[in-house]
């Protein structure tokens, strides 16, 4: 008994850090790829490939039909919320001011870290031009839980 008692007792103090119903979240990584016409961002599995292929349609933005947005993100929580990842993107400025794009997608978490991949594709985004800064965050209704962001924002 008295080998258990510093542990029950550590693991209540800990229970009380945190108040209830508060969710932890946290964005990890952030992997832009774009897209060719037939929505690849690689032609194998390769990551050597995938890197170099990433390179052409970098250098020839006519190839690209949109950018894809990978992001790894978790979320340790003990009630269910309306969790999102929002995708703030800034363009090459056309007078002024840069061209801004907010893009939004639901989320639910689970278990363990997940991969979910946000789109901007099509008339829109050929009309958008260069994407020169992005931020990602992830939010639970209108609270901020984590983010990354481009080394431009």
């Not at 400025?93 to 997940?114: C, F, I, N």
Request: aromatic share 10%; with cysteine; hydrophobic share 40%.
């Amino acid at each position: 008994m008295r080998r258990c008692f510093p542990l029950i007792t550590l693991a209540i103090a800990l229970l009380g850090v945190l108040p209830v119903g508060a969710a932890i979240g946290k964005v990890n990584k952030v992997l832009p790829h774009y897209l060719d016409a037939q929505g690849r961002h690689s032609i194998s599995p390769s990551l050597f490939d995938r890197d170099a292929y990433q390179s052409k349609l970098r250098q020839h933005p006519e190839l690209c039909s949109g950018v894809r947005f990978d992001v790894h993100w978790r979320v340790r929580t003990v009630k269910t919320g309306e969790f999102r990842l929002k995708v703030e993107l800034r363009g090459t400025a056309r007078g002024e001011l840069p061209k801004l794009k907010t893009l939004e997608q639901k989320v639910s978490p689970g278990m363990s870290a997940r991969w979910t991949g946000v789109t901007f594709r099509g008339d829109e985004f050929k009309q958008f031009g260069e994407i020169t800064a992005w931020r990602v965050t992830l939010w639970d209704g209108d609270e901020l839980l984590g983010e990354q962001k481009s080394f431009l924002w």
